[in-house]
């Protein structure tokens, strides 16, 4: 049945506010036929382009029949014609054009389904641990499906009121808040629990979902501004200022959730045996996975053959100078040794020990010649290290990461090793590290003293391990300083290429000591000639001490002690309040 003229004009009308609808909703036209010129309808006596009244007028000329639209007037509905712009005549590319071609209005928003259920999965199944850090990362609003805004918030909510959060409490919980089928009942509950087996990389997820959530958020700002852009093109400026301030929105709700400062914890949920697990021993009574490790050395003392064997045990769950150790893939960053030089000597050591290495457990960044500052290495370094898992990251040697800084003055060792702190923490890993000596017979100091520098490197690390010369010849006695452990007692490695073994036989109190000119042993007079010649034209006793404690690193107990010892031996007097040498050494 032919259509009437009025239905005609109807269908018509509906096609072009249909047209100008979608053209409201997807404002990022690049269509390339569009930078094309249309050519107007032509009629005798000049160019014009076809009016919607004349198009109406042609079709009320018949009260029955009307003939159809043209195929140009039906174009024209389409999509209007719009005149080119002559600044497109040159440079315009195929390339340029497909950039500005309408995205699907259909496309799925920016997400990562698993990331999130990777987050909520951690938040259930360690709730003390992973709880926390998801509330100061991440808001409700990060969660665009809302069953998972649903279990996010009730988690929290659950957590915060009752303390404990278990499968079945969290399950039950859900049902008697009503909230049980509108995330999917049971089953999807016990999904999220078995989605991660730890929540040990809870804060890889999470940086997956705030990513996302910011890309959302850009896209929702950029498509206001493009609208913008295609209804107020008179306005540029106020178009700018406009995006500006979306674009500004944007920063500023991303900040949300994302506190610098790590979560303010309530120790009632602590007690009773409710602390969260203790890190991995991967040195056992030594070395925390996450921990700082220092081992302090003579130059040339070989710490670095002793911290290839560290990463070795480590990475092959030997045992390192008489410790178990837990297996786990390391890192080693070289910043001296030639790349030839190094994989010999990890070679030698594994021959020496009798282990293989088995695929990417044992990794080095040979970084020889790129050692400028710590500062400047860590966004590259952590890049790498955060995406991967190691339980060890060794840094040797520790002096090319002090970059422009001044080992011997405390701000500055103090933020290398805050560098340091950042890798262990956001890595999840232990950091250790060498240290070489100052100058002097190191007999003289307690072990905690003898690290060269500023006194900081002795109290930063988690444990401190010093190996002092001892009087057998190619052996040292290794004395631990550790935060997180019971004290161990000091005990002797010896030197035989390539590695330290330890040797039960040798006393550990036989510290090698300075000779003198006879070669007899030195006494305690001549062991204290280092804290003598600090005295000059005398000093007073306040600033005695200080100078032996920037000088010699040498602590308040120790300096008490050897000049209690010049004093007796009468080689120190007091003369006007100054203290000055009493006779020739």
Not at 312 to 331: I, K, L, N, R
Not at 420 to 427: C, F, G, M, N, S
């Amino acid at each position: 049945m032919a259509k009437s003229a009025e239905q005609i004009r109807e269908e018509l009308l509906r096609l072009k506010a249909d047209n100008a609808k979608h053209d409201l909703l997807v404002p990022m036209v690049a269509d390339a036929k569009l930078h094309k010129s249309v050519k107007p309808e032509v009629e005798q006596g000049g160019a014009r382009e076809s009016t919607d009244n004349e198009r109406e007028t042609r079709m009320q000329g018949s009260s029955t029949l009307c003939p159809l639209p043209t195929e140009k007037e039906r174009e024209e509905l389409r999509s209007p014609a719009q005149k080119p712009s002559p600044r497109r005549t040159t440079g315009w590319t195929a390339e340029r054009s497909q950039r500005l071609q309408k995205p699907d209005i259909h496309q799925t928003m920016p997400h990562s389904v698993e990331a999130k259920q990777g987050v909520l999965g951690s938040m259930l199944c360690e709730p003390r641990t992973a709880i926390p850090i998801a509330q100061q990362a991440i808001t409700d609003r990060h969660f665009h499906v809302p069953m998972h805004v649903t279990v996010f918030n009730a988690l929290i909510s659950m957590f915060e009121n009752e303390g404990a959060v278990d499968l079945i409490t969290f399950t039950q919980y859900l049902r008697d808040m009503g909230q049980l089928d509108q995330v999917g009942g049971p089953s999807f509950v016990t999904e999220l629990f078995t989605f991660v087996p730890t929540a040990a990389n809870i804060e890889y997820y999470l940086d997956i979902v705030k990513n996302k959530y910011v890309a959302r958020e850009v896209i929702a700002a950029a498509t206001e501004s493009v609208q913008r852009a295609y209804e107020e093109q008179d306005d540029v400026p106020g178009m700018f200022a406009e995006h500006d301030k979306r674009m500004e929105a944007v920063r500023v709700a991303c900040q949300v959730g994302q506190a610098r400062l790590p979560a303010l914890l309530d120790a009632s949920l602590y007690l009773n045996g409710n602390c969260p697990p203790k890190p991995a021993e991967l040195v056992k009574g030594i070395l925390h996975q996450g921990s700082k490790l220092v081992v302090g050395g003579p130059s040339k003392g070989r710490k670095t053959m002793a911290l290839i064997d560290l990463a070795v045990s480590v990475a092959t769950g030997a045992t390192w100078w008489g410790f178990p150790c837990e297996q786990g893939p390391v890192c080693y960053i070289n910043f001296e040794i030639q790349d030839a030089f190094f994989w010999h000597r990890v070679t030698e050591v594994c021959k020496a020990k009798g282990v293989m290495l088995e695929r990417d457990m044992f990794m080095a960044w040979n970084l020889r010649g790129h050692g400028e500052g710590i500062e400047n290495l860590i966004d590259d370094l952590l890049a790498v290290l955060r995406h991967r898992t190691f339980v060890l990251d060794i840094i040797d040697p520790i002096y090319k990461a002090l970059g422009k800084r001044d080992e011997n003055k405390a701000g500055d060792v103090a933020s290398m090793l805050n560098e340091l702190e950042k890798i262990a923490v956001k890595t999840r890993a232990a950091v250790g590290f060498g240290a070489h000596y100052s100058k002097g017979n190191q007999a003289l100091k307690e072990s905690i003293d003898r690290i060269g520098g500023s006194g900081v490197f002795a109290r930063d690390p988690d444990s401190i391990l010093t190996m002092t010369a001892h009087e057998e010849p190619e052996a040292f006695t290794i004395e631990a300083t550790l935060r997180n452990f019971a004290p161990i007692k000091p005990f002797v490695v010896k030197w035989e290429w390539p590695l330290f073994s330890r040797d039960e036989s040798l006393d550990p109190e036989a510290l090698k000591t300075r000779r003198s000119k006879v070669g007899r042993p030195a006494d305690a007079s001549e062991n204290a000639e280092e804290l003598l010649e600090l005295l000059g034209r005398g000093l007073r006793y306040g600033e005695f001490q200080r100078a032996a404690e920037q000088e010699l690193q040498m602590k308040e107990k120790t300096f008490e002690k050897y000049f209690s010892i010049l004093k007796r031996a009468n080689r120190i007097a007091k003369i006007a309040g100054m203290w000055t040498r009493s006779g020739t050494l």
